[in-house]
């Protein structure tokens, strides 16, 4: 997903309320809390640079993660006054934190603003929309390459990715146990799908292959 919510102000911007727009930088470390579950959710975030996971912890303390974030992608924008999730780095990375009470007034003064408020709303839903497909009608093989696959479309990797997160990121993310996820990786590798170059690289060798497994 490119930034479809907040961009750096131009010179065309005078308003003096447009300063918002270009927000706070903040540099995280690996491993990170930019905010827990259930904090106020008085900010909205962009990243600039790096990778963040955007998780919720489950009554019977298992962990689901809602989403990743690359570069450019916009954050813990919430209907309601807290955070549904928490958000943590995956490696190190810089932030952009913008004043949600800002945001919304700007929006109301902007329409410019409030179309990509709602663009990123909506660019949200469908996200979950996707996500809570695949956990309930693919198959271990199909969600491992609907990650893959993911991951070369967001961040423009044409064969060789990346990987920022683990593979309990990835199993949690998946709804899957790491065990399934690393022998899942064992079996595209043996198939000629993929090579593992190390641990967090992953060589797309058969990307037809993995899009027709996702359908």
């Given at each position: 997903m490119q930034s479809v919510l907040l961009a750096p102000p131009t010179a065309a911007i005078r308003q003096p309320a447009a300063s918002v727009i270009d927000g706070l930088r903040l540099s995280h470390g690996r491993d990170?809390?930019?905010?827990?579950?259930?904090?106020?959710?008085?900010?909205?975030?962009?990243?600039?640079?790096?990778?963040?996971?955007?998780?919720?912890?489950?009554?019977?303390?298992?962990?689901?993660?809602?989403?990743?974030?690359?570069?450019?992608?916009?954050?813990?924008?919430?209907?309601?006054?807290?955070?549904?999730?928490?958000?943590?780095t995956l490696t190190p990375a810089v932030v952009r934190v913008m004043p949600r009470h800002a945001l919304e007034d700007l929006s109301i003064e902007r329409g410019d603003v409030a179309r990509r408020l709602l663009a990123l709303a909506t660019d949200n839903l469908?996200?979950?929309?996707?996500?809570?497909?695949?956990?309930?009608?693919?198959?271990?093989?199909?969600?491992?390459?609907?990650?893959?696959?993911?991951?070369?479309?967001?961040?423009?990797?044409e064969a060789l990715l990346d990987v920022p997160m683990t593979r309990q990121d990835m199993a949690d993310y998946l709804g899957l146990t790491i065990e399934t996820v690393s022998r899942t990786f064992t079996q595209f590798q043996h198939e000629g799908l993929i090579a593992l170059p190390s641990l967090r690289k992953v060589l797309l060798r058969d990307r037809g292959a993995l899009e027709a497994m996702v359908g």
């Open positions: 990170e809390t930019i905010f827990d579950q259930d904090d106020p959710a008085e900010h909205v975030y962009q990243v600039i640079s790096g990778c963040v996971r955007t998780c919720r912890l489950l009554r019977d303390g298992r962990r689901q993660i809602e989403a990743f974030h690359f570069a450019g992608e916009t954050f813990g924008l919430e209907v309601g006054e807290t955070h549904r999730v928490s958000a943590q469908r996200r979950s929309q996707d996500h809570a497909l695949m956990l309930g009608r693919r198959s271990a093989c199909e969600r491992l390459a609907a990650l893959l696959l993911d991951l070369a479309e967001r961040t423009g990797a």
